[in-house]
């Protein structure tokens, strides 16, 4: 038996339901280790102004405590936090396992209002411009980065599956590295939606930024 593995320009890239034995129906919630209540609070609720919704004991260690915040489309964000623990601003624990990011989405014309509060609050962050999203990363009290993203078009919930594997096409056709501006475009475009692009400052792309 061999142990080459394909690699991944070998696989499809497609919108439309693979042929597998079940299928998703979207994120129902993430959850994380978390450190304690207060200090997790201030950050996902009181920075970032996610709804704290439901608080319980953890159903698998009733001597911790499961807090369920709104992201904002109903999709949650669940941390299990002791009260005990103190926080760990140090970065994450790379290698395979390990979560790289958590990304949130946040309305484009409050951008510069978002980057603002970051640096009101003292929260080192950069900026990119990635070509078909534009982002804020920063960084929580436990040190897992924290992407703040904002399309730079007005692309549907129910069709952005579409439009992103439309534009990888493009791109392949174009022979470019990466998704560009042009290339969700000209997704837009020939899928008969409308191109309406978001007013958001300039920013580097940040490719190769670790």
Do not use: C
């Not at 950050?43 to 001597?63: A, E, K």
């Not at 915040?69 to 395979?96: A, E, H, K």
């Not at 040190?143 to 534009?167: F, H, M, N, Q, S």
């Amino acid at each position: 038996m061999s142990n080459e593995r394909r690699p991944a320009e070998e696989f499809e890239v497609t919108a439309d339901l693979p042929d597998s034995p079940m299928h998703t129906t979207g994120t129902d919630h993430v959850t994380l280790v978390g450190s304690n209540a207060e200090e997790t609070i201030a950050f996902y609720r009181d920075l970032l102004g996610m709804p704290l919704v439901l608080r319980q004991p953890n159903l698998d260690d009733p001597d911790s405590t499961h807090l369920f915040f709104d992201t904002g489309d109903g999709r949650i964000l669940t941390f299990f936090v002791d009260d005990d623990r103190p926080s760990n601003p140090r970065p994450q624990r790379p290698g395979v396992g390990a979560v790289h990011h958590l990304s949130f989405s946040i309305d484009p014309e409050r951008f510069v209002e978002v980057r603002e509060a970051l640096e009101d609050a003292g929260r080192g962050y950069n900026e990119f411009d990635r070509g078909i999203f534009h982002s804020l990363y920063t960084s929580d009290h436990n040190g897992l980065t924290i992407e703040l993203a904002t399309d730079k078009w007005a692309i549907p919930d129910d069709r952005r599956g579409e439009v992103l594997a439309t534009a990888q096409r493009i791109r392949e056709e174009d022979g470019a590295d990466f998704a560009e501006e042009r290339h969700i475009e000209a997704a837009l475009e020939e899928l008969d939606l409308d191109v309406e692009k978001f007013d958001l400052p300039d920013a580097p792309t940040g490719a190769g930024t670790p």
